[in-house]
């Protein structure tokens, strides 16, 4: 069965977001938006504090899905017009994070951001450049492989802020938690990515569940959101079950196709989230429909029980 998405894109008759005291951030009850079209009419936002784990076949969107939320997300701050018309009749009231944090454990600042100025109309990345802080985790990442340390060099620590404080002889897991600390607080966090530390050699995977379990607990003090990106299919399935129990939400990603099309087409499934599913109205429980494009970012189209 097809169900067509209620249509976001209508200007919200009342505030979209509210001032708010720090006890109100942790009381349990605050949702930040997600900024991608119709999501968060439908479930409510998400649950601030949440740990996300965004989960997928390669190229399904779950990156997209992260780069969208960020942009549309700081668009609060440079255009609220917009903003506001992405969020369509998501009722609110939300808070917000104050900026986002990009951790990445392998790939550079040029190369993420020349894949979203590559995919996604200027807008996109000039809205991030401007409130994206850049975390560069190579170095430790690499150290002790048969990567030159040379290729690894970070020449500018952050896009913005002090310099990184971590130390690369500790270990990509412990620097990634070291930046995470450091970053997390009242901020939009991406973790770029469990699969790097799934695959790389001498992490043991009982520690990155360790540091999951904790990164969980840190993050409802923080007051924002920490997206993590995970390829499907990369870890063994009992790893791969251990990290969707040490999270709080898990989208997933995938591609699908039918004798009835002639064509693939992306999809997400909301496969984990207590105050999500609760608030999601039952014939919502079935797979997103959503579409990538340069000019919106991923939205959602129509939902399919499965």
Not at 139 to 160: I, M, R
């Given at each position: 069965?097809?169900?067509?998405?209620?249509?976001?894109?209508?200007?919200p008759?009342?505030?979209?977001?509210v001032?708010?005291?720090?006890?109100?951030?942790?009381?349990?009850?605050?949702?930040?938006?997600s900024?991608?079209?119709?999501?968060?009419?439908?479930?409510?936002?998400l649950?601030?504090g949440?740990?996300?784990?965004?989960?997928?076949?390669?190229?399904?969107?779950h990156?997209?899905?992260?780069?969208?939320s960020?942009?549309?997300?700081?668009?609060?701050?440079?255009d609220?017009?917009?903003h506001?018309?992405?969020l369509g009749?998501?009722?609110?009231?939300?808070?917000?994070?104050?900026g986002?944090?990009?951790l990445s454990?392998?790939?550079?600042e040029?190369q993420v951001?020349g894949?979203?100025?590559?995919?996604?109309?200027?807008?996109?990345?000039?809205?991030?450049?401007?409130?994206?802080?850049?975390?560069?985790?190579?170095a430790?990442?690499?150290?002790d492989?048969?990567?030159?340390s040379?290729w690894?060099?970070?020449?500018?620590?952050l896009l913005?802020?002090?310099?990184?404080?971590?130390?690369?002889d500790l270990g990509p897991v412990r620097?990634?938690a070291?930046?995470a600390?450091?970053e997390?607080?009242?901020?939009?966090l991406?973790?770029d990515s469990?699969?790097d530390l799934?695959?790389?050699?001498g992490?043991?995977?009982?520690d990155?569940?360790?540091l999951?379990?904790?990164?969980r607990?840190r993050?409802k003090?923080?007051?924002g959101?920490?997206y993590?990106?995970l390829?499907?299919g990369v870890?063994?399935?009992?790893?791969?079950?251990?990290?969707i129990?040490s999270v709080?939400?898990?989208?997933?990603?995938?591609w699908?196709?039918s004798?009835?099309?002639?064509?693939r087409q992306?999809?997400m499934l909301?496969?984990k989230?207590?105050p999500?599913?609760?608030?999601?109205?039952?014939?919502?429980?079935g797979?997103f429909?959503?579409?990538?494009?340069?000019?919106s970012?991923l939205?959602?189209?129509?939902?399919?029980?499965?």
């Amino acid at each position: 069965m097809v169900l067509e998405s209620p249509k976001p894109y209508l200007y919200p008759t009342h505030p979209s977001s509210v001032p708010f005291s720090p006890a109100e951030r942790f009381d349990g009850s605050a949702r930040v938006p997600s900024g991608v079209p119709d999501f968060d009419y439908l479930t409510g936002g998400l649950p601030l504090g949440s740990l996300v784990l965004l989960s997928g076949e390669a190229g399904a969107g779950h990156q997209e899905f992260a780069l969208t939320s960020a942009a549309h997300l700081m668009l609060r701050f440079d255009d609220p017009l917009h903003h506001r018309f992405y969020l369509g009749q998501a009722k609110g009231p939300f808070l917000y994070p104050d900026g986002v944090s990009y951790l990445s454990t392998s790939r550079s600042e040029e190369q993420v951001m020349g894949e979203m100025r590559s995919a996604f109309e200027g807008s996109y990345s000039e809205v991030l450049s401007r409130h994206l802080r850049f975390c560069d985790l190579s170095a430790a990442y690499f150290q002790d492989t048969v990567v030159p340390s040379e290729w690894a060099s970070v020449p500018s620590p952050l896009l913005s802020g002090p310099p990184a404080q971590f130390a690369p002889d500790l270990g990509p897991v412990r620097a990634l938690a070291d930046a995470a600390d450091r970053e997390g607080p009242r901020r939009l966090l991406i973790v770029d990515s469990l699969t790097d530390l799934l695959v790389r050699r001498g992490i043991d995977a009982s520690d990155l569940l360790t540091l999951l379990k904790g990164l969980r607990r840190r993050a409802k003090s923080w007051g924002g959101i920490v997206y993590l990106l995970l390829s499907e299919g990369v870890a063994p399935p009992a790893v791969e079950q251990a990290v969707i129990d040490s999270v709080d939400v898990v989208l997933r990603f995938a591609w699908v196709s039918s004798q009835n099309r002639s064509h693939r087409q992306r999809s997400m499934l909301i496969q984990k989230s207590m105050p999500v599913l609760s608030h999601l109205p039952a014939e919502y429980h079935g797979r997103f429909v959503i579409r990538v494009n340069s000019g919106s970012g991923l939205v959602t189209t129509q939902y399919e029980r499965i």
